[in-house]
């Protein structure tokens, strides 16, 4: 569906249409008509080609990453921009134009990003918004903040609390792998800082009082059976889109434009950030959305660590990588055996190919494999080859370049403490 289809006009930049969404930030929830389901727990689609993320913006009220925006972003850091952004990876936006106002004026800002901890171990899809956000941080060389919510996981899976901070410490070692500036990064879990820092948990105060029962149970579902612990979660991620919860970093400073990256099924908890933020005083974060890995069997959801079959651990082996890409990667097959032959995957759903548009650097490259191979040996056309080569670059490139901690790779040494011994300068 396109655009137009949608909304009856053509796309303008940073000017979606305010009909759409009523409450500024406070877009419209999907329907039970629409084929496509995201909320911050579930993603899922009937279209084998994922979700349909045009119509996404629409709903959501977001902008579109443009090539405008894309240009603008490469001329303020001087660098080439970032594959996720050149192949639409990171593909919606709010006032990123603004952050780049700020930093054009020699004004500060921040990057601030997380990890709901709800397993010992992290799988590559997790590693998305980690490996932008070291861009993002090398190229305008600011400071950065990522929240462990281990009490979110605490709220909503069967854990106990030691669990949970457990699994915080263990995915802290995966995420400083990714290489931060760790003069410039603070790394911390809700279970530990809240208790211990003033300017956040007056910020959680400011917000739970200018948000209703009503609005979070409209925005997030919550019912009459949920947890207050639930309910009031979401005030506790919005706190660090402020620069004076870390005191310890920016002082008592209110006016320091924080930028998220972050999947876009996390976008409802800062909908209710932006509109709650003037309120109490403070700037409305900006955001970089991004898509959803995929899952092994298809993008009709996204890749989940309680489905081991359907997910690649970055603690799996060698031989673990090869095999769950071999047998569980969904190769996009045509209706009949003899259309696979002739024309090989659709490179528009086979896994493995869209695997690489995430983590495979060289664009010729890339497209290449997507073109590809008709061999004409024999005068018959041989273009099952791309899946071959899709699968066996992928499986070469899984055990190279992504933070491995429990196999190849850069490895993060020690665990307790971690807040402590990771934080600005």
Request: neutral net charge; hydrophobic residues 35%; glycine residues 8%.
């Amino acid at each position: 569906m396109s655009y137009r289809a949608a909304v009856g006009e053509d796309y303008k930049a940073d000017c979606p249409p305010g009909s759409l969404a009523p409450g500024g930030d406070s877009g419209p929830g999907t329907t039970e008509a629409e084929e496509d389901f995201v909320d911050p727990w579930t993603v899922q689609t009937s279209s084998a080609k994922g979700i349909d993320y045009d119509k996404l913006i629409v709903r959501f009220g977001s902008s579109k990453i443009d090539k405008e925006l894309i240009n603008r972003i490469e001329k303020a850091t001087g660098q080439r921009p970032h594959r996720f952004l050149r192949r639409g990876i990171f593909f919606s936006h709010r006032d990123m134009n603004q952050v780049l106002d700020a930093y054009e004026n020699k004004k500060p800002f921040y990057l601030y990003t997380g990890r709901g901890p709800s397993s010992e171990a992290m799988h590559v899809g997790h590693l998305i918004p980690f490996i932008f956000t070291k861009w993002l941080q090398d190229v305008f060389n600011v400071p950065l903040v990522i929240q462990m919510t281990d009490d979110e996981k605490y709220l909503w899976k069967d854990l106990t609390l030691d669990q949970a901070y457990g699994y915080a410490v263990e995915n802290a070692k995966d995420i400083i792998a990714c290489g931060f500036d760790i003069n410039k990064t603070f790394i911390f879990s809700d279970l530990d800082y809240m208790g211990s820092s003033t300017g956040f948990y007056k910020n959680v105060v400011k917000i739970q009082k200018h948000v209703t029962f009503n609005q979070v149970k409209g925005i997030f579902g919550f019912t009459d059976s949920d947890s207050i612990g639930k309910i009031s979660f979401p005030a506790i991620q919005a706190a660090p889109s402020f620069s004076n919860s870390f005191p310890h970093i920016f002082g008592d400073k209110t006016d320091i434009q924080c930028l998220i990256p972050c999947a876009i099924d996390q976008d409802p908890y800062f909908r209710m950030t932006r509109d709650v933020a003037p309120r109490i005083g403070y700037p409305k974060p900006a955001l970089l959305h991004s898509t959803f890995f995929p899952a092994l069997q298809g993008a009709q959801t996204k890749m989940s660590a309680s489905d081991p079959n359907s997910s690649i651990f970055l603690i799996d082996t060698a031989k673990q990588i090869k095999t769950k890409v071999n047998k569980h990667a969904f190769s996009g097959g045509r209706d009949t055996i003899e259309e696979h032959r002739q024309f090989g995957g659709n490179c528009d759903v086979d896994v493995s190919f869209m695997y690489l548009t995430f983590f495979l650097e060289d664009d010729d490259k890339l497209e290449q494999i997507r073109k590809v191979p008709r061999s004409e040996s024999q005068g018959h056309p041989q273009p099952a080859l791309r899946c071959h080569a899709s699968r066996e670059l992928l499986v070469r490139h899984l055990l190279g370049p992504v933070p491995r901690p429990g196999g190849a790779g850069p490895q993060a040494s020690g665990s307790e403490g971690f807040v402590q011994r990771v934080r600005v300068t």
